[in-house]
């Protein structure tokens, strides 16, 4: 009885053919996607296609205006104006109707984020006052580091608040991803001091965070983080309250108004002030200790 064997060199030929052509079919798929991924891809997110924006408009494909005249590449195209120059005309009447329509959501986070500023701050020299005891002549210490937790929890909130209405702003545009991750922020704006709001905004995210370390280091305190600790750790709240500070000052829209300058000067000075006077009475204590 005779068996059909298939011959092993001709085996050996279809399985690289076979071979061949489906990696040649693989790398036209992969092909395909990478132009499909280029052709739809909007870095700046104003609409136009980055190939669309380098090889037909000639715009920047990670500004959403590239010639900085508060309208954005895609509605001076729509429009029938120029995107590389500024429309004089166009933008005046553009930032008229944005004075005079602003959204909600613009109104919140500003105000939102100047009440963060002065929680932030009552808590800071709170904790200041404290640890000097000089607060304790007018609250009990039970109920005032009550108090000082709650008005951490507020200064949380309002960041938080303060964060998640810019994302519903629909001139920053903001995503949580780039609000959550510091400096990736890929458009750029200039603030009411002129200055990027892409690092600005990465500082403001790491000031979040350190507020964030400091509510749940206090959570914590005397459960699973001794006091010696809990101190060390603590000390971390002065950076948050210097990277809010200059968050709110690089970025503030209302930087340039004269209470807003005021708020920030005397914020600063009181806890720089309560700061010096707390150094000097750990010096004092430590030199008593010394001598007995």
Same mark, same amino acid.
């Given at each position: 009885?005779?068996? $059909?064997?298939?011959?092993?060199?001709?085996?050996?030929?279809?399985?690289?053919?076979?071979?061949?052509?489906?990696?040649?079919?693989?790398?036209?798929?992969?092909?395909?996607?990478?132009? %499909?991924?280029?052709?739809?891809?909007? #870095?700046?997110?104003?609409?136009?296609?980055?190939?669309?924006?380098?090889?037909?408009?000639? #715009?920047?494909?990670?500004?959403?205006? #590239?010639?900085?005249?508060?309208?954005?590449?895609?509605?001076?195209?729509?429009?029938?104006?120029?995107?590389?120059?500024?429309?004089?005309? +166009?933008? !005046?009447?553009?930032?008229?109707?944005?004075?005079?329509?602003?959204?909600?959501?613009?109104?919140?986070?500003?105000?939102?984020?100047?009440?963060?500023?002065?929680?932030?701050?009552? %808590?800071?020299?709170?904790?200041?006052?404290?640890?000097?005891?000089?607060?304790?002549?007018?609250?009990?210490?039970?109920?005032?580091?009550?108090?000082?937790?709650?008005? +951490? *929890?507020?200064?949380?909130?309002?960041?938080?608040?303060?964060?998640?209405?810019?994302?519903?702003?629909?001139?920053?545009?903001?995503?949580? $991803?780039?609000?959550?991750?510091?400096?990736?922020?890929?458009?750029?704006?200039?603030?009411?001091?002129?200055? $990027?709001?892409? *690092?600005?905004?990465?500082?403001? #995210?790491?000031?979040?965070?350190?507020?964030?370390?400091?509510?749940?280091?206090?959570? !914590?305190?005397?459960?699973?983080?001794?006091?010696?600790? *809990?101190?060390? !750790?603590?000390?971390?709240?002065?950076?948050?309250?210097?990277?809010?500070?200059?968050?709110?000052?690089?970025?503030?829209?209302?930087?340039?108004? *004269?209470?807003?300058?005021? !708020?920030? $000067?005397? +914020?600063?000075?009181?806890?720089?002030?309560?700061?010096?006077?707390?150094?000097?009475? +750990?010096?004092?204590?430590?030199?008593?200790?010394?001598?007995?």
């Amino acid at each position: 009885m005779q068996t $059909s064997m298939q011959h092993p060199i001709c085996g050996n030929r279809k399985a690289r053919v076979f071979t061949g052509f489906a990696r040649i079919l693989l790398f036209c798929v992969l092909m395909y996607s990478a132009q %499909v991924h280029a052709s739809v891809k909007d #870095t700046d997110a104003d609409g136009l296609t980055d190939v669309a924006e380098t090889d037909l408009y000639f #715009t920047n494909p990670t500004d959403s205006d #590239t010639d900085g005249d508060g309208i954005s590449d895609f509605q001076e195209i729509k429009q029938g104006t120029n995107p590389l120059v500024v429309n004089v005309t +166009s933008s !005046l009447a553009r930032q008229l109707q944005m004075d005079e329509q602003l959204p909600l959501a613009w109104y919140i986070g500003r105000a939102s984020g100047i009440l963060a500023f002065i929680l932030l701050t009552i %808590v800071v020299v709170n904790g200041l006052l404290m640890t000097t005891r000089l607060v304790f002549r007018f609250l009990p210490p039970a109920l005032n580091y009550e108090m000082h937790r709650f008005l +951490s *929890w507020m200064a949380l909130v309002a960041v938080i608040g303060h964060f998640i209405s810019f994302t519903f702003d629909k001139y920053l545009r903001i995503t949580v $991803s780039e609000g959550l991750i510091p400096f990736t922020l890929i458009r750029d704006f200039p603030s009411a001091l002129g200055y $990027s709001l892409r *690092w600005t905004i990465g500082i403001g #995210t790491l000031a979040l965070y350190g507020i964030v370390a400091q509510v749940l280091v206090s959570q !914590l305190k005397g459960r699973f983080i001794g006091l010696k600790k *809990w101190r060390l !750790l603590h000390y971390t709240g002065f950076l948050a309250y210097a990277l809010f500070l200059i968050h709110g000052i690089f970025a503030g829209t209302d930087s340039k108004e *004269w209470w807003m300058i005021w !708020l920030y $000067s005397l +914020s600063a000075s009181l806890v720089l002030l309560l700061t010096m006077l707390r150094i000097v009475a +750990s010096i004092r204590n430590a030199r008593k200790v010394a001598v007995s």
